[in-house]
């Protein structure tokens, strides 16, 4: 009985240190390379700084808060469909941000050889995540 209690408190201690590390690298990310001003400064919304740190506070708030609960999202596909344009909007933004301040698509074309065709390189990146989403959510979550 007590070997348990020692494993449950292990468990904690190990899932607490785990959220720590992961909350710490996405601070990193958003600080240091300056995601979040960039998305500002390219969005032309300044003004909205406070609106900004909010939403993202209250994101992972309630994101930690759905991880934690049996809450399931029974709405109907219109609702869910706005949902995931957001979190789709987000996350492109956040990856568009996180490339243009890597520099990583000139980079790579360079290095590849396809300097003529970053365009068609970017479109390939674009129409591969979309089908790869996709795919996801049509075929093998059901």
Do not use: C
């Not at 408190?9 to 590390?21: D, K, Q, R």
């Not at 998305?39 to 209250?58: D, E, G, N, R």
């Amino acid at each position: 009985m007590r070997e348990i209690e020692i494993y449950n408190l292990l468990e904690a201690i190990i899932g607490f240190s785990s959220g720590v590390v992961i909350g710490g690298s996405f601070v990193a990310i958003l600080t240091i390379l300056g995601i979040i001003p960039r998305l500002m400064q390219i969005s032309k919304s300044q003004s909205f700084v406070h609106v900004y740190a909010a939403s993202i506070i209250l994101g992972v708030l309630f994101g930690t808060y759905l991880t934690f609960t049996d809450i399931a999202w029974n709405h109907s596909a219109l609702i869910l469909i706005f949902w995931g344009a957001f979190h789709g909007i987000f996350n492109g933004m956040l990856a568009a941000a996180l490339a243009e301040i890597l520099n990583v698509f000139p980079l790579l074309s360079k290095r590849i050889g396809m300097e003529k065709y970053l365009f068609i390189l970017l479109m390939a990146i674009v129409f591969g995540k979309i089908s790869g989403s996709l795919f996801q959510w049509l075929v093998l979550v059901k």
